[in-house]
């Protein structure tokens, strides 16, 4: 037990050194024949027994008073007051920890996991090499599905050639440039969502996946309709880069290479040709998107060759593997096609994690249905 010589109050509390009342220095003393006052709201504790197993159970410190007059009364009211209060707060809080610690496990975890956030997705440039490579992978095969193509793991030199494409466009997704494929991720995919629903139209109608035509536009000229400079009269037209004889082969004329349903018709038919040409059966629908762009006279002489080294497997990734088999190499175009065809794919299909605020490109339809 400690004293206060100046205010003879005796504290059950040896770990204090000053009277919390005139900040005397504590002397040590022994018990007093003083009432005990208690610092419970609303009682006052006279038992000396009473008062110690107030501090046995809740801790508080005790005060022995001989019962101060009134003017000192007065005068100590608000240290007083002030021990009362850190009384009724340690009290409190006492009864919240207890409460909490005989609240249910499920009502406890209901309410950490409330509190805690759920983790911002990663965009494609925060991961590491290993994370993109899993991220390529895991929604090339969403991509095939969307395109008919029976989903399949890619091997590393697809997945590679796909990721050498994302990257490109990644490079430059905050380009300001206005000039055509220079420009940033934004500015390309804000035009496109703008298109996506007539391509998925035309291309609904001739009962061709919307991805192949919606991704196909975006390969060849990232969705700049009408060119503003006078072309070369060889030179591709339109949304879908159409060379003149095969325009011209599906009703286009001079006057329709700016008109967008048109082309988007046009394309689609062609599609379904190409489609038709390949069989639907597994990964031919990327044969056909492979034969949109290189000819499938070409495509099917590939086929023929690794056909004839008993490579049996139809796809534009067999002849992709295989390609040093075949008796001409295929131009640059030809190999990166399909892989930019998947990568503007990922990147529209899956916007937030390229920072784009349009929706995944083959969810928007005309009139928003």
Known sequence: MKRCPECRRDYYDDTLSFCLDD???????????????????GSTLTDEA??????ENTGVTAILTSGPSDSSRYANRFPKFWLLGGLVAVLAAAGFFAYRSFA?????????????????????WQMSETEQSAFIQQRSRHVQTLIG????????????????????????????????FEEGLRAIYGRASQFAPLVSKSYDARKVPPALGIYQAMV?????????????????????????????????????YCDVQKQCDAAARLMSDLISDFGS????????????????EKVRDYLRQLRGRGVTERSFWAVFRHQAE?????????????????AAAIIGETPEAFELSTPPLTTLRVGGS
């Open 220 to 256: 060849e000229s990232e969705y700049h309709d009408c060119p503003k400079v006078i072309l070369h009269p060889r030179a591709p037209v339109g949304l879908f880069q159409f060379r003149r004889s095969t325009a011209a082969l599906y009703g286009l004329q001079p006057d329709d």
């Open 104 to 124: 249910p496990i499920d009502n406890q975890a209901e309410t950490i996991a409330a509190k805690t956030p759920e983790p911002a997705p990663k965009l494609y």
């Open 281 to 296: 059966e597994k990964s031919s629908w990327t044969l056909a998107l492979f034969s949109f762009n290189s000819g499938a």
């Open 50 to 55: 009473q008062t110690k197993r107030l501090i």
């Open 149 to 180: 193509d029976e989903p399949a793991d890619l091997d590393p030199k697809a997945l590679t050639a796909i990721k050498e494409e994302i990257d490109d466009y990644v490079e430059d997704k905050d380009s300001l440039s206005q000039k055509p």
């Open 23 to 41: 900040g005397a220095h504590l002397v040590d003393g022994p018990a007093s024949n003083e009432l005990a006052t208690a610092m419970l709201p």
């Open 326 to 342: 075949l008796q001409s190499p295929m131009s640059e175009q030809d190999n990166r096609y399909v892989p930019r065809f998947f």
